[in-house]
Every structure is written in C-alpha cells, then in structure tokens.
C-alpha cells in the first residue's frame, strides 16, 4: 500500500477526520481538523491532522504541511496568549503512535526543555 492516499480503512485518525468518529471540532477546514487530545498532557491539548492519510510529516506534501502548521500555529496565537509548544512525534524513536500525521498544540502551562 503506499504511504498516503485519501481514506485508510483501519486508521483511527482517517475515522476522526472523515466524520466516522464523531469529535468537537476546534478547527476545521476542507483538508485539516483539530479535536482535544483523548489523554491531555497539558491544560490545552489539541491535535491537528490532515483529512487524508500520511503516515508522518516525512511523508505529506510540503503545501499541506505548510497548512497544517499554519493552523496549529493560528489556534495557539488565538488561544494560548501565554505561548504554546507545537509538536510532531515521527516514528518508534520520535514516540508516535498513531500512524497517521498530526500535530500536537500544548499550552496553559510552562513546558519543560528538554523533552524526555
Ligand atoms: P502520538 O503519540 O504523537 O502518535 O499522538 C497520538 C495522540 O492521539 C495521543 O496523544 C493520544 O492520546 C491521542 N489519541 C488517541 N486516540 C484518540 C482519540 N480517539 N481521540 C483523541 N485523541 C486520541
Ligand atoms: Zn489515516
């Protein structure tokens, strides 16, 4: 199967984004989303993902990850005056464990450096 395509059956974050799953959108436009993270790790935490599937960052096309970014950072200006932290977890290493990209936004809290 190739890295990316538009839906993947089995992809919980394919689900979310295609409306199989039902979440609060925080943000949403005709090719990204933003729900709460089911396990937050900070006052805030949101996660943005692209509607069609890419396994990580190394995988989508510049212009969306341009998008994806874009939005994660609109929300965090918007929402978390005090400063947020913006993350992407890729691979075993990189701690990712849903094999479909996303960012991740935390904020209302100060963020410890480095990450462990
Ligand atoms: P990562 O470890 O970077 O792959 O992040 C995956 C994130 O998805 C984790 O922070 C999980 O808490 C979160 N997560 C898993 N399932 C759900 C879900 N159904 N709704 C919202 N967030 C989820
Ligand atoms: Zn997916």
């Known amino acids: 199967m190739s890295s990316s395509s538009q839906v993947v059956a089995d992809c919980l974050f394919c689900k979310i984004g295609a409306g199989l799953i039902p ?8 090719r990204v989303m933003a729900f709460a993270d089911i396990h937050p790790q900070a006052p805030t935490h949101v996660l943005f993902i692209p509607k069609t599937h890419y396994a990580n960052g190394g995988e989508a096309p510049a212009e969306l990850l341009g998008h994806l970014l874009h939005a994660a950072a609109a929300f965090g200006k918007a929402q978390l005056a005090g400063g947020y932290r913006i993350v992407m977890n890729t691979g075993e290493h990189g701690g990712q464990t849903v094999d479909h990209l996303h960012l991740h936004v935390l904020g209302g809290r100060h963020m410890a450096w480095p990450p462990g």
């Open 23 to 30: 979440v609060k959108p925080l943000y949403e436009d005709e």
